[in-house]
């Protein structure tokens, strides 16, 4: 079981920038796979971004590209993601996802094993 706990949501405006991080409580952090998703109130949970266990590799959404970018740090067992330019259609709860055998598509949320609680983003136009 992995504990995964999200921080740093808040209210910002247009153009302002925010840092969500999610830390993980295992010693095997570097088995996982880990994305960023977000929900809206009354839309599906969306795929924003993913990073592979060493880092060498992310994915992102089309709607973040150049704006996000998503990062881990394996030492401290904690993720992040630098949210730059933010726009106000950028304002959801923001989840962290763990993934560690799924061979699919990043953006699946079905592949992801295990979910943080979610930190609340709010862009203010």
């Known amino acids: 079981q992995v504990q995964l706990l999200e921080s740093g949501g808040g209210l910002v405006q247009a153009g302002d920038s925010l840092r969500l991080s999610c830390a993980a409580s295992t010693r095997m952090f570097t088995e996982y796979s880990m994305g960023w998703f977000r929900q809206a109130p009354g839309k599906e949970r969306d795929f924003v971004a993913a990073?592979?266990?060493?880092?060498?590799?992310?994915y992102y959404a089309d709607s973040v590209k150049g704006r996000f970018t998503i990062s881990r740090d394996n030492a401290e067992n904690t993720m992040y993601l630098q949210m730059n330019s933010l726009k106000p259609e950028d304002t959801a709860l923001y989840y962290c996802?763990?993934?560690?055998?799924?061979?699919?598509?990043?953006?699946?949320?079905?592949?992801?094993?295990?979910w943080g609680q979610g930190t609340q983003v709010t862009v203010s136009s």
């Open positions: 996802a763990a993934r560690r055998y799924y061979s699919g598509s990043y953006s699946d949320l079905n592949g992801y094993d295990f």
């Open positions: 990073i592979t266990w060493n880092g060498a590799n992310t």
